[in-house]
């Protein structure tokens, strides 16, 4: 069965330190992969999203990159955090054909301080 | 870019009456999907709709999604204190990115 991990579950970081946050997923191959940010009582904003190892698309201009290096690693990455940084971070993977249902991971509570 | 819209943003129930929430979409989509996303938690899918004017159920849920494919809703018949959380519509236009809606916060008071 499909099984997605994502890390650390919490996450307090100062102003102006870098950020790495991980996603893997097991049991599929080649899934699209989403990284989302839900704002405290806030909808689900898309982040990036990608169809393949390499392939990146980014849907806000913001303080976030991501990477994709193997099939089924997504990173979310910062050189610099902000405050408005804060949130709550989902990462997410779908198929790529058919039935588009999307699996969250458990999620990271990041506080900028 | 591609919105989605949801409303209301918050509604809260007495146990037992019903409850809608509405989904817009500013362009077609090729799917919608629905989530449900307990409190402290994270979405949890619940259904897909493809076709036009497709109506699906899943107990005391109904999911409709438009004719023109552009908005949906889901309406919860007798509301019980287990449906709280925020329900999100999610609309696909192409098979790859996925867009959510702002989400409706359910409140069910006993």
């Known amino acids: 069965s499909q099984t997605i991990h994502q890390w650390p579950a919490t996450l307090v970081q100062p102003v102006g330190s870098p950020l790495s946050l991980e996603c893997t997923v097991e049991?599929?191959?080649?899934?699209?992969l989403y990284w989302y940010r839900q704002a405290a009582g806030r909808g689900l904003q898309l982040l990036f999203y990608?169809?393949?190892?390499?392939?990146i698309s980014s849907e806000v201009p913001q303080n976030l990159s991501a990477s994709r290096p193997q099939d089924r690693q997504f990173i979310l990455s910062s050189k610099k955090l902000l405050l408005s940084d804060s949130g709550f971070y989902l990462c997410?993977?779908?198929?790529?054909?058919?039935?588009?249902?999307?699996?969250f991971g458990q999620g990271t509570r990041l506080t900028v301080v | 870019g591609q919105q989605v819209m949801q409303i209301p943003q918050y509604q809260h129930v007495q146990e037992g009456e019903d409850f809608t929430t509405y989904c817009n979409s500013s362009?077609?989509?090729?799917?919608i999907q629905w989530y449900k996303q307990r409190p402290g938690g994270h979405p949890v899918f619940l259904i897909q709709?493809?076709?036009?004017?497709e109506v699906k159920k899943q107990k005391r849920l109904t999911f409709q999604f438009g004719e023109a494919k552009k908005n949906s809703s889901l309406h919860i018949t007798a509301t019980q204190t287990t449906d709280v959380g925020t329900y999100f519509c999610?609309?696909?236009?192409?098979?790859?990115?996925?867009?959510f809606g702002t989400g409706t916060r359910l409140t069910v008071i006993p």
């Open positions: 999610a609309g696909q236009r192409g098979a790859n990115n996925l867009f």
């Open positions: 049991g599929t191959s080649n899934p699209n």
């Open positions: 997410a993977w779908s198929g790529a054909t058919g039935l588009f249902e999307a699996f």
């Open positions: 990608s169809v393949g190892i390499g392939q």
């Open positions: 362009t077609t989509l090729s799917n």
């Open positions: 709709l493809v076709k036009s004017g």
